[in-house]
């Protein structure tokens, strides 16, 4: 169990004192006290990671709430199975002043045999994953979004029809966003790692612990294509683009098992696409199927 929160004293002897001091000033000391040592998941309840004298304090609790909300960096983990529905409360994050938000995530493992980017959008968008991805628009204060994400599937390349478009909802939402993704291939590699042997000669080997390789930064990946992508892909890779359909990557089960983890890591990006600037350009096209589904929405309810 993660130890509680501590908090410094000083300012906080007394309430009454402390709502004499203009919000200003208040908003200040809630910054030093507020400072969680630990992660924040979005769905705790927050009053444990309020100090006692503001949280018995009708007036004060609400603005320290707030204050927390605003400066804590807050976790989101798609993979419990508790997060959907997912209901906001009093005592829970409310996502309107979220500022910093990071997600845990593992890649949707699809298995639509379909060729078109429409295609797979009517597939997509009434899915679990995507509904969850979209609850992301329901921070309209976003600043800073990081997503830690492990691939499952091989060797198909990495899979972005279900976050794809909302990351290009919220950038066009909020033009000052900062996006992150960090990509980790170790839950795949770990199952192969500890799995069964392939010969009776590999029972009498000194298998070691896995290690880890951890994440690896590719926010290059999802940003949008530049010119550069596009003449490449126009010229290159045109049959891939009618179909929306990404080249296989190389497996990682074979390619990677055996590599130290800095070698993984210096190779990640080769083993989640091998087309990089194709991966870009499909993702711009897909949130323009995205974004024209949208605006249908209401147009059909009023129907």
């Known amino acids: 169990m993660m130890p509680g929160p501590s908090w410094p004293t000083s300012a906080l002897h ?12 208040r908003d200040k000391v809630y910054v030093d006290v507020l400072n969680a040592d630990c992660p924040v998941g ?8 309020i100090p ?6 009708p007036d004060l ?8 909300t605003k400066t804590q960096t807050f976790t989101w983990d798609f993979d419990d199975p508790r997060i959907y529905p997912l209901v906001w409360t009093r005592e829970c994050v409310q996502p309107y002043d979220v500022r910093h938000l990071d997600i845990t995530c593992s890649e949707y493992m699809e298995h639509f045999g379909l060729d078109g980017l429409e295609e797979h959008e009517n597939m997509y968008r ?6 969850l991805w979209e609850r992301l628009m329901q921070f309209p204060r976003l600043q800073n979004l990081t997503i830690y994400m492990q691939k499952n599937m091989e060797p198909k390349a990495l899979n972005t029809l279900d976050f794809g478009p909302v990351l290009y909802n919220l950038r066009a939402k909020l033009s000052k966003i900062n996006i992150k993704f960090f990509l980790s291939f170790d839950e795949m590699l770990l199952g192969l790692w500890n799995g069964p042997m392939e010969s009776d000669d590999d029972l ?10 951890g994440f690896v930064n590719m926010s290059d990946l999802i940003a949008p294509p530049n010119a550069e992508d596009v003449a490449y892909v126009q010229e290159y890779l045109p049959e891939y683009m009618n179909t929306g359909r990404m080249p296989h990557s190389r497996r990682i089960s074979t390619g990677l098992i055996d590599e130290s983890p ?5 190779l990640a990006q080769h083993y989640a696409v091998t087309e ?4 870009r350009c499909l993702m711009r096209d897909h949130f323009e199927i995205y974004r024209k589904r949208q605006d249908r929405v209401p147009e059909e309810e009023s129907t």
């Not at 007394?14 to 919000?23: F, G, I």
């Not at 009498?204 to 390789?213: H, K």
């Not at 800095?262 to 210096?266: E, F, W, Y």
């Not at 990089?276 to 991966?279: F, H, Q, V, Y």
């Open 61 to 68: 609790l609400p603005e320290a709430l707030e204050m927390l």
């Open 14 to 25: 007394n309430a009454d004192l402390l709502y004499k001091l203009p919000r200003e000033l």
């Open 276 to 279: 990089p600037a194709l991966l």
């Open 126 to 131: 009434d899915s679990v994953p995507r509904v």
């Open 52 to 57: 006692p004298i503001l949280r018995g304090n």
């Open 204 to 213: 009498s080997a000194d298998v070691s612990p896995y290690q880890p390789m």
């Open 42 to 49: 979005l769905t705790e309840d927050l009053l444990p990671h």
């Open 262 to 266: 800095a070698s993984r890591r210096a």
